[in-house]
């Protein structure tokens, strides 16, 4: 199979010939000695457009020392890959991007505690074997340019999400170049893609087989505001290696609208949305809810989850003596019906920060708080946890121990530049139960049609104070195509994980990872 593999790509690339302006194959003119996809374009006939091609190709070496109860051992380590190949079209009235997946997971372990780590959580939604890989199609959608002058495109397919990152600010009407690349414009959408994006709904992207929505979705791009509306399902993925599959009994619907940076603050957008979650899948066994009643899902019986949203983000910057200050406020509550219950709860989070821009590192320190309200009384007829949906959890806690789901986070963050190709992050988190009568939750939303595998739940000892996080992170671009990324965290196990796990409540989490692009 690679010698056919590499007999067709030696033959495409005999045949191709530079610039753009003829169908067929094409070589960029700023391809290297040896070309990689990127370099490659193909020219439909007429005004059909042209497709151009990319990959990814990304590995992993993951090692744990997780908290611990007799007579599990819950130290290891496993080795990970992940292969993107895409192609996109690009015309005059649509856009177009298809890219298949392949991830591959070995070296499992296979003697852990239940969701004893990320290697764990791969064992237990794969196979009887220590390793699971899956080929998948990660996206095939298509959305239309905005052909009428209006501002109104839609599209579909199979595709990503990310809640409250949908509009990048800097763009689409009324922008200009200048206000694109200014350092405000930079600083909040670093904000929204790192500390709003995906809190509700998101594609799991540091897991390795991830989660993509099918569906559809329409905008609205004015020059004073962006508005999305999107209805879609979500794909298996996460830790399970069927990604490919569709749960069609989970049905979101979003809605965004944001006020652009400079329509009610001169320095801040200001984002109101809606996220509507209604789970009835049928359970293929016997499952315990994932809540702190202690009540069961008979098979074949819905889980019975319908969840509704509303809330906001403010996020601005804006210079301040030497530096940059930046300031983050998002929150929302939610109603619906949890089962036989109804639910009521609510979340928020508060940040801030400066960043010196005129002495060696460029020194950024932020501080917030982040929670996510919990549930006072298993035995009423309330639901008060906060559900966290379907979020990329690891954006808001790296070591993956916690989610928004009955906590409360207190953090300090530290970020250096020691040269533009290196960020080093260190931070400490202060972790606690919001309701010592409520459960600690883990996971970032449902990753199998059928059971209730995507969030765990651990009992509290009627206890609050589940720990402190330390961590560092670095992230190296070697050159355009490549970036080594290194992470450790040490979680330092308090009251909720003492009487939880008696053997070893500290755990240990690195790993080392190098993306290439080509």
Not at 484 to 500: Q, W
Request: hydrophobic share 35%; glycine share 10%.
């Amino acid at each position: 199979m690679r010698k056919q593999t590499l007999f067709v790509l030696l033959l495409l690339l005999s045949t191709v010939h530079t610039g753009a302006s003829e169908e067929g194959f094409h070589l960029s003119r700023d391809a290297k000695s040896l070309p990689t996809l990127k370099d490659l374009s193909f020219g439909l006939p007429g005004d059909l457009g042209e497709i151009s091609f990319y990959g990814q190709d990304r590995w992993r070496w993951h090692l744990w020392n997780y908290f611990e109860a007799e007579p599990f051992d819950n130290t290891y380590d496993y080795f990970s890959n992940q292969l993107r190949l895409g192609a996109r079209l690009e015309n005059s009235i649509l856009k177009a991007h298809t890219a298949w997946q392949y991830s591959h997971v070995w070296l499992l372990p296979t003697g852990t505690s239940t969701g004893a780590g990320s290697g764990s959580l791969y064992f237990a939604n794969g196979t009887t074997d220590n390793e699971t890989h899956g080929t998948y199609l990660k996206y095939a959608e298509i959305h239309s340019k905005d052909i009428t002058g209006l501002g109104l495109t839609a599209g579909g397919g199979r595709m990503d999400y990310s809640s409250g990152n949908r509009y990048v600010t800097g763009t689409g009407k009324g922008a200009s170049k200048e206000d694109a690349d200014s350092v405000v414009t930079k600083k909040i959408q670093w904000l929204k893609s790192t500390r709003v994006a995906e809190r509700m709904i998101g594609g799991f992207g540091w897991s390795e087989y991830q989660r993509s929505f099918d569906g559809g979705y329409s905008a609205w791009d004015h020059e004073k505001f962006n508005f999305q509306f999107v209805a879609m399902n979500p794909t298996q993925g996460g830790f399970d290696e069927n990604a490919n599959h569709t749960i069609y009994d989970i049905d979101i619907l979003a809605s965004e609208l944001t006020l652009k940076k400079g329509t009610l603050l001169p320095d801040g957008e200001l984002q109101m949305f809606y996220y509507s979650y209604a789970d009835s899948r049928q359970m293929t066994a016997a499952t315990t809810r994932r809540d702190n009643t202690g009540r069961t899902v008979p098979i074949n019986l819905e889980y019975d989850v319908d969840v509704e949203m509303i809330g906001g983000h403010l996020v601005g910057a804006s210079t301040l003596g030497d530096g940059m200050l930046d300031y983050l406020v998002w929150g929302g509550y939610q109603y619906g019906n949890w089962f036989e219950l109804d639910h009521s709860a609510y979340a928020l989070a508060a940040e801030a920060g400066y960043q010196w821009k005129n002495i060696p590192w460029k020194p950024w320190i932020r501080a917030g708080y982040n929670m996510g309200s919990g549930d006072s009384d298993p035995q009423d007829q309330d639901h008060g946890t906060f559900y966290q949906m379907l979020p990329t959890g690891r954006l808001y806690s790296f070591s993956i121990l916690y989610n928004m789901m009955n906590t409360e986070d207190t953090f300090v963050s530290l970020i250096l530049k020691p040269v533009e190709a290196l960020t080093v992050r260190s931070d400490v988190h202060w972790v606690d139960l919001a309701e010592k009568s409520d459960r600690w939750y883990l996971g970032a939303g449902e990753i199998t049609d059928g059971n209730a595998a995507g969030y765990a739940v651990r009992s509290s000892n009627n206890e609050n104070n589940l720990g402190t996080l330390l961590d560092i992170s670095a992230s190296y671009k070697i050159c355009p195509q490549a970036t080594v990324s290194l992470y450790y965290g040490h979680f330092f196990g308090s009251d909720v994980v003492e009487k939880f796990y008696i053997k070893n409540h500290d755990a240990d989490f690195f790993y080392t990872e190098v993306t290439i692009t080509f």
